[in-house]
T-cell receptor, first 111, second 115 residues
């Protein structure tokens, strides 16, 4: 079946810099996407979502960009902080089906 | 609300033993999901319930795995007999009916080690 994947398994960023985490998806029918953050020893936590009728959505210090042409999703974190260190997952959904999660990208913030 | 509650947080057992994982969803949530997370396979959906009824169990790896939801506030995932390859972190998540595919609230997980 189709699945969600990630370009980079690990990402190291200097504190204060911006982070960009990428995600590729293969199901052209997917119309809803979510980014989750998972800190060590905890369950995934919702960060931000976006529907396929949008190209960009902004939250607090985070922005999600969706490029449906190339089936690409990205999460931008502004002014990365040590507390942003975690594994980030993208997830996709098509219609009435459950979420499909990607493998995850580990973000390490260097102080 | 205390969020999704899972117990135990850690479980170490020997191969062949029965393992029961427990979950209490957020009050008022209509959907409950069981996931398994491993380094190799990432986060996999095992089964999900809507209003206590199992909707899709296609992710359950084999007959050794079973899940129940006897009421709106409690669910169990049972593995009998357990095997070393079942070692993983098992998450329970819940969501509201109108947002079932959207914001899922995850519990802290149960870390299972089968020796």
């Amino acid at each position: 079946g189709e699945s969600v994947g990630l370009h980079l398994p690990t990402l190291s960023v200097q504190e204060g810099d911006n982070s960009i985490i990428n995600c590729a998806y293969s199901n052209s029918a997917s119309d809803y996407f979510i980014w989750y953050k998972q800190e060590s020893g905890k369950g995934p936590q919702f960060i931000i979502d976006i529907r396929s009728n949008m190209d960009k959505r902004q939250g607090q210090r985070v922005t999600v960009l969706l490029n449906k042409t190339v089936k690409h999703l990205s999460l931008q974190i502004a002014a990365t902080q040590p507390g942003d260190s975690a594994v980030y997952f993208c997830a996709e959904n098509a219609g009435n089906t459950p979420l499909v999660f990607g493998k995850g990208t580990r973000l390490s913030v260097i102080a | 609300d205390a969020g999704v509650i899972q117990s135990p947080r850690h479980e170490v057992t020997e191969m062949g033993q029965e393992v029961t994982l427990r979950c209490k969803p957020i009050s008022g949530h209509d959907y409950l999901f069981w996931y398994r997370q491993t380094m190799m396979r990432g986060l996999e959906l095992l089964i999900y319930f809507n209003n206590n009824v199992p909707i899709d169990d296609s992710g359950m790896p084999e007959d050794r795995f079973s899940a129940k939801m006897p009421n709106a506030s409690f669910s169990t995932l049972k593995i009998q007999p357990s095997e070393p390859r079942d070692s993983a972190v098992y998450f329970c998540a819940s969501s509201l009916m109108q947002a079932w595919r959207e914001t899922q609230y995850f519990g802290p997980g149960t870390r299972l080690l089968v020796l």
